[in-house]
């Protein structure tokens, strides 16, 4: 016979056990829902690749994506680094191109990684590594923030002239409703907007975040942004924040990030719960994006025929779709 002591032990295992179980099958729950194919880049579906044959599909969100790396890297007619705000845009551009120039169809390579890391990426002669895997493709064209490109044409990494080709403006990224009301740069410095924030060191776009900050609340304001909050650890800085800035709020880590107007209206375009907060025209900093071709590119006439297609009537019609602004032509001598 079990003693009164024995079957009070039983019933709290039991318990236990029961406990136990419902926290396994919520941590499923979690996990299945943090872990949504849905959430992760690259987002576009397989329509961001130019590869004529992809071959096996390996592609595990969150462990194995290469979300930023597109075609394939063998032997490639023209090879592309352009500045990963308009990642999107890079599909119908492509498209639009090879219809204009089919004898590329298929043989285009890209990278859509911040413009200062594509400008290492020359430097190193075109090699890369992600994770494990380290592979190299020298570029024909540079596309990226024109500062950048004129920078680099004066180091002889690229080839004047430059080309003008789109703008754009920043926004206030946030998740879809707005819950923390934020209306303006100033509500950045709150003490509970945890805020993704794109790193300097690797991200142009600081530059122009940093100018804006300061037209709305003077250098206090970007400071608190940049050194006060990075401090606590309420501002987190990026290094890709094409991709970690929507990412980072569909998974609750952060309330807000500041990004280029046209990252936030491709988020809103496919779905996904992004928002955005416009900023004030006296507030705001405009970016633009300029292209030249790399010296000692493999394909330069590749490369100029890319560049002349981005002033295209065409060109400029896709990139305002994404609320870009056309200013296509050479930088001013």
């Known amino acids: 016979m079990i003693s009164a ?16 179980a419902s926290a396994a099958t919520s941590a499923q729950t979690i996990s299945a829902q943090s872990f949504d194919p849905a959430l992760y880049p690259p987002w576009q579906h397989e329509q961001n690749n130019d590869a004529a044959s992809r071959g096996v599909e390996f592609t595990v969100p969150d462990a194995d994506n290469l979300a930023d790396f597109h075609g394939n890297p063998g032997d490639p007619l023209l090879a592309l680094y352009v500045g990963g705000n308009y ?12 219809k204009i120039h089919p ?3 298929g ?41 950048n490109v004129e920078r680099s044409v004066d180091a002889g990494l690229l080839v004047a002239p430059a080309l003008r080709y789109a703008s754009n403006t920043l926004t206030i990224m946030v998740a879809k409703g707005n819950p923390l009301h934020i209306t303006g740069l100033a ?9 993704g924030m794109p790193d300097g060191r690797y991200e142009g776009v600081a530059r122009q975040i940093k100018e804006s900050l300061q037209k709305a609340g003077g250098k206090a304001l970007e400071s608190r942004v940049y050194e006060e909050k990075v401090a606590d650890g309420s501002t987190t800085l990026t290094r890709i924040h094409h991709r970690q800035t929507p990412l980072w709020l569909m998974q609750g880590r952060i309330d807000a990030g500041v990004t ?3 990252e936030a209206v491709f988020q809103e375009q496919i779905g996904h719960p992004i928002g955005h907060v416009s900023l004030a025209p006296e507030v705001n900093s405009t970016g633009i994006y300029g292209g030249a071709v790399v010296a000692g590119a493999p394909h330069p006439a590749a490369a100029r025929l890319w560049l002349q297609f981005l002033g295209s009537k065409q060109a400029q019609t896709i990139f305002e779709g994404y609320g870009f602004h056309a200013i296509a032509g050479p930088t001013p001598g």
């Open 5 to 20: 002591s024995w079957r009070g032990l039983l019933a709290l295992s039991a318990s236990v056990l029961c406990a136990l």
């Open 87 to 98: 990642f999107f845009a890079m599909a119908p551009l492509v498209a639009a191109f090879e």
């Open 103 to 105: 004898e590329f169809s």
């Open 107 to 147: 043989r285009l390579y890209w990278e859509t990684l911040p413009p200062g890391l594509l400008v290492e990426q020359i430097k190193s002669g075109g090699t890369i590594s992600v994770g494990n895997m380290t592979w190299t493709v020298k570029a024909d064209a540079y596309l990226g923030d024109l500062a």
């Open 187 to 195: 509500d950045l410095a709150r003490p509970e907007v945890r805020l």
């Open 260 to 262: 280029w107007q046209s």
